[in-house]
Nanobody
Framework: QVQLVESGGGLVQAGGSLRLSCAAS????????MGWFRQAPGKERESVAA????????YYADSVKGRFTISRDNAKKTVYLQMNILKPEDTAVYYC??????????WGQGTQVTVSA
């Protein structure tokens, strides 16, 4: 089984930056794809970014392209989400997920990101 633990959330002013981390443990080879999702109050969970084991051509939601960067360190079994030029609409609980291809079925507990205007 794979366990995921997120960290790095917090409160930041608009225009600021945060870096989220997701540390994986267990049989991570069974879930090579990693992604970040978010859920704002009253809204459905949405995909933010995803990255394959090789790290090539990550996926980004249109709303974060040019501002967020997903990366991974396979030796440390850790995935990162660097978030720059944050906007109030980025406020949400951010979840790390692991899966195969485009299907994610293992989730972390989430970390709150709050961006003040």
């Amino acid at each position: 089984q794979v366990q995921l633990v997120e960290s790095g959330g917090g409160l930041v002013q608009a225009g600021g930056s945060l870096r989220l981390s997701c540390a994986a443990s267990g049989r991570t080879f069974s879930r090579p794809a990693m992604g970040w999702f978010r859920q704002a109050p009253g809204k459905e969970r949405e995909s933010v970014a995803a990255i394959s084991m090789s790290g090539g051509t990550p996926y980004y939601a249109d709303s974060v392209k040019g501002r967020f960067t997903i990366s991974r360190d396979n030796a440390k079994k850790t995935v990162y989400l660097q978030m720059n030029i944050l906007k109030p609409e980025d406020t949400a609980v951010y979840y790390c997920a692991a899966g195969v291809g485009g299907t994610f079925d293992l989730w972390g507990q989430g970390t709150q990101v709050t961006v003040s205007a």
